[in-house]
């Protein structure tokens, strides 16, 4: 079986709305259901086209997982929509509101962890927490904070440095800094890449419980098809910066004759994109 | 611009500076060694003068006045390479946090750091070497702030340099302002220097606090336009690095410097 990228676009006879109504009007038609709005999204550098032309929502309370072979694209597309790589093109929409037109508003709704932009090593657990609920304007930032350190299980390690943490709990740390302003959107960029397998299962149950205790909508990338599995509503199969395939992690693999996910992933990973893309439920 | 962002910056370098002897150190040891050994210097120069001329307040207070115009540049650059050597750019603008709020961070951070500094040399100068530096009474005011605004400037040029160029490039902007003081008449009037020396002097806001300075002591009139222009070119500056450091900002949000920034991958 072989795939095409699906490439989204709008459709040529609806007039364009102008670019400040776009997300405003997009959130409103889900009725606050959305909480990211990914549309027609391109990184090109020089000749090298990064991400193109992706499109996806996430909804509350909804765990997407973002898959795809090492530089298919994920990390890109998470940069872009935490504002800190432009696109090319396209335009992305948090909690309704363009990031593009109003950084600060937008990014005040979302939040992430990444196992590579760990927190400054040399600030405690709780000047860390401290520090960046100050940059998110956290109110009753005490309070917040004592909550979080007692819902990561971080108590006994609030006053020992971040860089003296073992991968387990720089995790929580990480965790706990990005539930901070009760994100209504979570990134997440493999968040349990470097940990145990017992540690890992508990971050997935509390990222797991996360989604539906806040209702937040969390876009997760993982190369364990296994946790994907577990955690993930819905996933997005990503290659050489298209969207390949989208569905029900549990069901997909059935659909397109596949084993296990994993195995769906392999192929996906190496088949060349020739062929129309076969869309799951 | 919120406020609670800004005290954020602020309350995260009152965290390194005290949690850390090396952090906290170098706010004054440094200057405290710098106004000790000019001091003596001074010492010698008025015992070979035998009377006939003070340098205490011409030399020592030049030299006071350029560490306090030093200190504030390095406090800017260096509250802001705490965040290249930690690495925690993505973690940083990744937030609501505008350029604005981290920029005006950064310059509460280093009024602090320098304010430490400036209490330090000011008491080892006065109890010390004698210097009469509260003789240049309110002008003292317009020197410092003159000093003060191009410290700035140029502490947030510093740091978009260092953004724009890698954290190696951190070895570039520590020798600025060794790289200006020639130009600005810090222990010499202006007019000493060749023509297109005093051509680059004469757009920089310290050669202006400098001869002001020397003026005053030598009892001569200051005039106060000159110190103005010294403080519209000190306000100038602040807007163009400010307007430099969002535009390098925004080359490293286009290119993906901003997200990929760490030693490695840029040094």
């Not at chain 1, 509350?60 to 298919?72: D, K, S």
């Not at chain 2, 006045?65 to 200190?71: E, G, S």
Request: charged residues 15%.
């Amino acid at each position: 079986m072989r795939y095409r990228a699906r490439v989204y676009a709008h459709p040529p006879d609806i007039p364009p709305r102008p670019p400040h109504d776009a997300c405003a009007d997009a959130a409103e038609e889900a009725g606050g259901k959305v909480v990211l709005s990914v549309a027609g999204l391109r990184k090109v550098y020089s000749k090298l086209v990064a991400v193109d032309g992706v499109s996806f929502d996430v909804h509350r309370r909804e765990v997407v997982g973002l898959l795809g072979p090492n530089g298919a694209g994920k990390t890109t597309t998470i940069n872009m929509i935490l504002g800190v790589l432009s696109p090319t093109a396209g335009r992305v929409c948090i909690g309704g509101v363009d990031l593009a037109r109003q950084r600060a508003r937008a990014l005040a709704q979302a939040n992430f962890s990444a196992v590579y932009a760990s927190l400054p090593g040399n600030l405690t657990v709780a000047q860390n927490l401290r520090f960046f609920g100050l940059v998110y304007g956290i109110p009753e930032l005490g309070r917040r904070v004592g909550e979080l350190l007692r819902q990561f299980d971080l108590d006994r390690l609030r006053d020992t440095k971040c860089g003296l943490l073992s991968s387990g709990e720089q995790t929580r740390v990480a965790l706990a800094k990005a539930v901070l302003n009760r994100p209504r959107l979570l990134l997440l960029d493999e968040p349990t890449a470097s940990l145990d397998p017992a540690a890992a299962q508990t971050i997935r149950a509390r990222i797991r419980s996360l989604a539906n205790e806040t209702g937040c909508g969390i876009l997760w990338t993982s190369h364990n098809m296994y946790e994907v599995e577990e955690v993930c509503d819905r996933v997005l199969f990503l290659s050489r910066g298209r969207i390949l395939l989208e569905g029900d992690p549990r069901r997909l693999p059935r659909e397109h004759g596949a084993a296990t996910l994993e195995e769906l992933f392999i192929r996906l990973a190496r088949e060349p994109l020739t062929e129309p893309m076969e869309r799951a439920g | 611009m919120r406020m609670k962002p800004v005290a954020g910056i602020l309350l995260r370098q009152l965290y390194l500076i005290r949690g850390s002897p090396v952090r906290s150190l170098p706010m004054f040891a440094w200057v405290a060694i710098d106004i000790v050994m000019w001091g003596f210097i001074t010492r010698y120069l008025n015992s070979m003068a035998a009377g006939r001329f003070n340098y205490v307040p011409s030399l020592l207070g030049a030299v006071l006045m350029w560490d306090f115009f030093t200190r504030i540049m390095q406090g800017v650059s260096t509250a802001f390479l705490e965040d290249v050597w930690s690495r925690n750019f993505l973690n940083l603008f990744a937030t609501p946090l505008t350029i604005s709020e981290y920029i005006l961070g950064l310059v509460i951070t280093s009024i602090g750091t320098s304010a430490v500094g400036l209490a330090v040399m000011l008491v080892l100068a006065t109890a010390v070497f004698g210097l009469p530096f509260f003789s240049l009474g309110a002008l003292l005011v317009p020197f410092l702030l003159v000093l003060f605004g191009f410290g700035i400037a140029l502490g947030i040029l510093a740091s978009a340099l260092v953004l724009r160029l890698g954290p190696a490039s951190e070895w570039l902007v520590w020798p600025l302002p060794a790289l200006l003081s020639p130009f600005v008449g810090v222990f010499y009037p202006l007019a000493t220097l060749p023509r297109w020396m005093q051509a680059v002097g004469h757009v920089l806001p310290p050669s202006y606090v400098f001869e002001g300075m020397r003026a005053v002591l030598a009892g001569r009139a200051l005039f106060a336009g000159s110190l103005a222009v010294g403080g519209a070119l000190a306000a100038l500056d602040i807007l163009l690095a400010g307007y430099f450091f969002a535009r390098v900002f925004r080359y490293a949000i286009r290119t993906g410097l901003l997200a990929r920034y760490s030693a490695e991958s840029t040094a």
